[in-house]
């Protein structure tokens, strides 16, 4: 089992910054990638960015160079650095957490609300 929690979301105008956090805990060891993922009001929620063990990212088109993921060496802390923020950013962040042994398992977060708007 792993526990995960969100926080630093908020209101920001348009063009700003946030950095959100994720903190997990339990088996974290276990863990074999984490990201972040986002759902807008009547829409499917989508991955924003991940980062494997080996330090692998990878971002929706969407955020490519504005984004930017990061992790601690233990898994306990994952980042998410928003910067040149959009309307369309708008949506709840989760924070996700897989294990791969002979499935794959994936824990959430319960989710951090980004608004962005003037």
Request: charged residues 15%; hydrophobic residues 30%.
């Amino acid at each position: 089992q792993v526990q995960l929690v969100e926080s630093g979301g908020g209101l920001v105008q348009p063009g700003g910054s946030l950095r959100l956090s994720c903190e997990a805990s339990g088996s974290i060891s276990r863990i074999g990638s984490m990201g972040w993922y986002r759902q807008a009001p009547g829409k499917q929620r989508e991955l924003v960015a991940s980062i494997t063990g080996g330090g692998v990212t990878n971002y929706v088109d969407s955020v490519k160079g504005r984004f930017t993921i990061s992790r601690d060496n233990a898994w306990k802390m994952v980042y998410l650095q928003m910067n040149s923020l959009k309307p369309e950013d708008t949506a709840v962040y989760y924070c996700n957490a897989r294990i791969i042994s002979r499935t794959t398992t994936d824990y959430w977060g319960q989710g951090t609300q980004v608004t962005v708007s003037s």
